[in-house]
């Protein structure tokens, strides 16, 4: 199958595609449009700042591109918030795929470090693309800005408060945490989202 | 709720892990990155490698080392040990590296942690702090404990939270080795008065100072090398031990 990875000014894509890789799966990392369109499904990782990556993906009109998929697309963690309405990290229009606005994080005590790091428990669990993988099961996250809990929710955690670990509506998908640096519980799920997706 | 972590930590020489194991099972003991995937599959939350070789060949080796271990290990790892400029950051994350970590190169110039969180962000800067309690209170050290400075702990993990750093690893050289537990009250200052994680590190001898340095030194994570290398501590069987004292621990 052809697996494509977003190429744009987000920092570390290659764990994706060592993830990939381990999976005997070897992704083309592209922002050409036929190569997008033509693969089988599409994974939008990336870490850094929301304002930064979505003025990029603008003038590159790459948003445009990414509404249009119709193919399984997987968001991964800032690519999960930049496909939400709005974002609170540089006060940012994002790609609007997900009805719901980006938060930052407000500790309300002092043990409540931000940014939220670490391995923490996923409850809630819906879709095949949780498969095989168990309420209470940990993922690692690295973020300081989160999506609420909505009606696209499909997993859980908890950090301060209930928030989304993953979303999906139609064709998207998406991850708060990195399945590409959560041991075998993040393996099995990029797994199913590629078996979703052939 | 965010797991408490559990690190082991690798020392690395001209590409062979320096300490000795008792991992009858691995084919090759000494290669990092058999050693660190053996750990991930016990149930290591991270793993940290230490290059402790000064040549510059040593230094390549190094960097290859961890291209290797990001293309095996899905857990996040930390590299650190000369790092001093920007560039060797830059050479460590474009490797595959998911942290790094600064010691004396930030104490002699703190405005690579500046630089470090400004270009990359403070989830990958770790500021790692060796020091030791004197008579004039808690003091950092530098070039691996060898040169004493005027720096309190305290005043200089504040320093490097503010410019930036993502997390704080403290090691008290006073009980690094001697296996009689973390230096439980210091983490308790340093945790309850930073707003970013502490990593415990140096006197791991028994479960039950795991166990202190989250309850009583209010860590959010624990490293530790010999214990592990030897197996004298199991992983799976230090989470379970921790999760039955009612600390939440990945399983």
Request: some cysteine.
């Amino acid at each position: 199958m052809e697996v494509a990875i977003v190429k744009y000014n987000a920092g570390n894509l290659f764990s994706v595609v060592h993830a990939l890789n381990r999976l005997g799966v070897e992704p083309v990392i592209t922002d050409d449009a036929e190569l997008l369109q033509k693969a089988d499904c599409i994974l939008f990782p990336g870490q850094g700042h929301a304002r930064t990556t979505m003025t990029y993906l603008k003038e590159h009109r790459l948003d445009e591109m990414i509404r249009s998929f119709k193919q399984p697309v997987l968001g991964i963690c800032v690519g999960q918030q930049l496909m939400c309405r709005h974002s609170e990290e540089g006060d940012v229009d994002c790609l609007g795929i997900f009805d719901v606005d980006v938060k930052r994080f407000i500790p309300e005590v002092k043990e409540e470090k931000v940014p939220h790091m670490g391995w923490n428990a996923l409850t809630d669990l819906q879709t095949p693309l949780f498969k095989d993988i168990k309420e209470h099961d940990y993922v690692y996250f690295v973020h300081s800005f989160y999506v609420p809990t909505c009606s696209s929710t499909i997993a859980t955690s908890n950090y301060i408060h209930p928030f989304s670990a993953a979303l999906h509506k139609d064709n998207f998908w998406a991850t708060q945490f990195h399945p590409e640096k959560s041991g075998t519980v993040g393996e099995t799920i990029i797994k199913n989202f590629l078996d979703m997706s052939k | 709720m965010l797991a408490k972590r559990i690190i082991p930590c690798l020392d690395v020489k001209d590409g062979q892990t320096v300490k000795g194991t008792n991992f009858v099972d691995l084919r090759q003991a000494g290669d990092p990155v058999e050693l660190g995937a053996a750990y991930s599959r016990m149930g290591a939350d991270e793993l940290v490698y230490l290059d402790i070789t000064a040549s510059h060949e040593g230094r390549k080796t190094f960097t290859d080392m961890v291209g290797r271990v990001a293309a095996k290990i899905n857990i996040p790892f930390t590299v650190g040990g000369g790092i001093n400029e920007l560039s060797d950051v830059d050479r460590m994350l474009s490797a595959g590296a998911d942290k790094v970590s600064v010691n004396s190169a930030a104490v002699r110039r703190p405005d690579l942690i500046n630089e470090i969180a400004g270009r990359f962000g403070s989830q990958v800067c770790v500021v790692a702090i060796d020091a030791k309690l004197t008579d004039h209170g808690w003091k950092c050290y530098l070039n691996g404990g060898r040169i004493e400075t005027e720096r309190g702990l305290f005043e200089w993990a504040k320093e490097a939270a503010d410019r930036g750093a993502g997390e704080i690893l403290f090691t008290s050289m006073n009980h690094d080795g001697v296996k009689t537990g973390f230096a439980n009250e210091a983490l308790a200052r340093l945790a309850d008065e930073l707003p970013i994680p502490i990593i415990a590190s140096g006197g791991a001898g028994k479960m039950e100072h795991f166990r202190d340095a989250f309850q009583i030194g209010h860590a959010d994570a624990a490293l530790a090398a010999s214990v592990f290398h030897f197996g004298e501590i199991g992983i799976a069987e230090l989470k379970q031990y921790l999760t039955n004292e009612g600390i939440e621990i990945r399983i």
